[in-house]
């Protein structure tokens, strides 16, 4: 399965900007790029996804390198809410149709009040 | 829209006994999924079911998971017998067909096998 590399914590502060990173450089052509996230207790909560272009919503941005072999998760102001676990994900339709996610360990974000 | 509906919450059992897990996906989502995540580790995905058919079950340990969807809406997992190892969050996710890209989780079920 198509693998992601994304650093085990970062911390940011409330109300400020926060750049989560994601590597992918094994990444094929119809690979779509999702970010997921879990609050603690909780099962994980779709983010965002994209293909090759940019991608924003009410919840965040995705900004997609241009040969797709990294992405960075943006979030425009955080608050104590976005404390969570991130993972970024490689969505891959198997034989079938099979398209479960291969989780990693995914970012923990820290952030300070 | 009512979200994922996942019970028991929380289980704790011997090893060696059976235990059994319930999901109710969001209604009209076809395709079911039953995920693993062990403490520390991300969720990995046991099995996938698109209606009442199983798409994907090369991740579940057979001999002693099982897991079925008999009317295309609920689902059951089953341990049986269960293991120290096997302590961990199910989590049951749904999206409403194959070509719908966002997985919608719900809660999980805490299992502790002693």
């Known amino acids: 399965d198509a693998k992601t590399t994304q650093p085990n914590s970062m911390e940011s502060n409330e109300e400020e900007p926060v750049h989560l990173p994601c590597n992918h450089s094994t990444i094929s052509g119809t690979d779509y790029i999702h970010w997921y996230r879990q609050l603690p207790s909780q099962g994980p909560e779709y983010v965002i996804h994209g293909l090759t272009s940019n991608v924003n919503n009410r919840m965040a941005s995705l900004a997609i390198a241009e040969d797709r072999k990294s992405s960075t998760l943006i979030l425009h102001r955080a608050t104590l809410r976005d404390a969570a676990v991130y993972y970024c994900i490689l969505r891959v339709v198997r034989g079938g149709g099979a398209d479960g996610l291969t989780f990693g360990k995914g970012t923990h974000l820290i952030i300070q009040p | 829209e009512a979200g994922v509906a996942q019970s028991p919450r929380y289980k704790i059992i011997e090893k060696r006994q059976s235990v059994a897990f319930w999901c109710n996906p969001i209604?009209?989502?076809?395709?079911l999924y039953w995920y693993q995540q062990i403490l520390g580790q991300g969720p990995k995905l046991l099995i996938q079911f698109q209606n009442n058919g199983v798409v994907d079950d090369s991740q579940l340990p057979k001999d002693r998971f099982s897991a079925e969807r008999l009317k295309g809406v609920d689902s059951t997992l089953k341990i049986q017998p269960a293991k120290l190892e096997d302590s961990a969050v199910y989590l049951c996710a749904s999206s409403s067909d194959r070509t719908e890209e966002t997985q919608y989780f719900g809660p999980g079920t805490r299992l502790l096998v002693l």
């Open positions: 209604s009209g989502h076809a395709t």
